[in-house]
């Protein structure tokens, strides 16, 4: 068995645990705790088993902690969906969700919900009526409730091409006099 190259000092590990402490993104802090616990001889496989991940992975953020100190462990991914709307949209889109109801700005003929609260296809609309952007993904939508607040709600089914109550009233009449 080769022997462990990749040993942390003690100042290094201080370090590594002050980031892991100021960090909000999780997917760093499992990268800070594993680079800390491999670095500290803990056995790879406890590593694994407790922040997940692979041991390729784990050889890769060790290098990328020789090579750039935690900078490389910070998370490299942008969010917000390509930033397809900005933040200052993201809280005016939420600002929206709360004074509306999707009835009272979602002809019925195109909504497809009951327009009591807000859903992924009453979202999709509003989204694109409002601030001209489509995401490809459902869970983009499901995320930009999430951040305004709300929950998802989903639609109850209902026939879009069933007749109105007075056809279906006179339809019944019409039968029984037969």
């Not at 462990?4 to 100042?11: A, W």
């Not at 990268?31 to 790879?44: C, F």
């Not at 005016?92 to 709360?98: A, M, Q, S, V």
Request: net charge positive; glycine share 6%; proline share 3%.
């Amino acid at each position: 068995m080769a022997k462990r190259q990749f040993i942390l000092t003690e100042p290094e590990i201080n370090e590594l645990r002050r980031a892991e402490g100021q960090t909000e993104d999780v997917q760093e802090l499992r990268r800070l705790q594993a680079v800390r616990l491999y670095g500290e001889g803990k056995p790879v496989q406890e590593i694994l088993n407790m922040v997940g991940g692979s041991w390729r992975s784990l050889m890769d953020w060790c290098q990328r902690y020789r090579a750039e100190g935690i900078a490389g462990l910070a998370s490299k991914h942008q969010g917000q969906n390509a930033a397809k709307i900005t933040r200052q949209q993201r809280r005016d889109l939420g600002e929206k969700l709360r004074q509306y109801r999707p009835d009272q700005v979602i002809p019925a003929e195109i909504r497809i919900s009951q327009g009591q609260f807000w859903t992924i296809s009453d979202l999709k609309i509003m989204v694109k009526e409002w601030y001209g952007v489509t995401y490809q993904s459902e869970t983009s939508y499901r995320n930009l409730l999430h951040t305004s607040r709300f929950s998802q709600q989903k639609p109850e089914s209902r026939y879009r091409h069933r007749p109105d109550d007075l056809t279906v009233a006179e339809f019944e009449a019409e039968v029984e006099k037969r």
